[in-house]
């Protein structure tokens, strides 16, 4: 069985730029969540800047999405960036309520979703302006 690298994966998923981008999306959060995990062990910074590190790192980990996944496409950055973002705000408030039955659906969730899809929609616009496909 022929193993597949990190490249291959866009032809993996028939050239779709939106999965392309929610995957890289996912991985950047983890790595993300994993860095700053080791530094909140081994540093004095305060458990009352969690949820700001944690929308941080929402915020990064979607615009990373969003820049390669129209970097994927060439073309309707705008579109691919927000799109991406949008799909990955929505998984994890979907994976964020099943984790936490007490967590619902909420104006500041709404909020949150409408936010990073305007982050990945800038995203989006600066990764169409890397793309090779001109």
């Known amino acids: 069985m022929k193993y597949k690298m990190w ?12 999965v392309y981008g929610v995957v ?5 959060s983890l790595l993300c969540t994993l860095i700053l995990a080791g530094v909140y062990t081994w540093s004095n910074l305060s458990e009352s800047t969690l949820p700001f ?4 790192i929402n ?10 996944a129209a970097k994927s496409a060439g073309a309707r950055g705008w579109y691919y960036g927000c799109m991406t973002a949008l799909l990955f705000s929505v998984l994890l408030a979907i994976i964020g309520s099943l984790v936490d039955f007490s967590a619902a659906f909420q104006l500041e969730t709404v909020v949150r979703i409408a936010l990073l899809g305007l982050i990945g929609a800038f995203g989006g616009i600066i990764g169409v302006n890397f793309s090779n496909k001109r």
């Open 53 to 56: 590190t944690a929308y941080t």
């Open 7 to 18: 490249s291959d994966l866009k032809s993996d998923v028939h050239g779709s730029p939106l």
């Open 24 to 28: 890289t999306a996912f991985i950047a």
């Open 59 to 68: 915020a990064i980990s979607a615009l990373i999405g969003a820049v390669l």
